[in-house]
């Protein structure tokens, strides 16, 4: 069955609330820096925000996207592990943010499962 909607297209749509993200991690480190489980906090908020920059922009232009992806899973995944389930037990928020990066940590495999694997070049 054929794709209704392109995988390239799928692949910006999903980059495009990374950035967005990772924008605002640099703008709001401080006021994010109490979610960080690892201090200090502003610096793996700053950290978090320029890898998220880095996978959207790697899902756009389709450079070293499989890789971006697993990255991106394995960020989505201690996340999950490290502050949504602590937290999310005693926050009715931060039950809805568990649900959606399971949804993302999904959603960055199946892309990092779809990518075309880097070119090797011949001798």
């Given at each position: 069955m054929k794709n209704i909607i392109p995988n390239r297209v799928a692949m910006i749509v999903f980059a495009?609330?990374?950035?967005y993200?990772?924008?605002?991690?640099?703008?709001?480190?401080?006021?994010?820096?109490?979610?960080?489980?690892i201090p200090p906090g502003?610096?793996?908020?700053?950290?978090?925000?320029i890898a998220q920059i880095l996978a959207g922009i790697s899902f756009i232009i389709n450079v070293r996207a499989k890789l971006a992806g697993y990255l991106?899973?394995?960020y989505l995944l201690l996340v999950i592990v490290?502050?949504?389930?602590?937290?999310?037990?005693?926050d009715a928020n931060q039950n809805l943010m568990l649900v959606k990066?399971?949804?993302?940590?999904?959603?960055?495999?199946?892309?990092a499962n779809?990518?075309?694997?880097?070119?090797?070049?011949?001798?």
């Open positions: 495009i609330p990374f950035l993200i990772g924008i605002n991690h640099l703008l709001y480190a401080s006021q994010m820096a109490s979610m960080s489980p502003k610096f793996w908020i700053i950290i978090s925000g991106l899973a394995l490290l502050v949504r389930l602590p937290m999310g037990f005693h990066d399971l949804g993302l940590l999904a959603g960055a495999i199946l892309l779809q990518a075309a694997s880097p070119q090797k070049k011949e001798s």
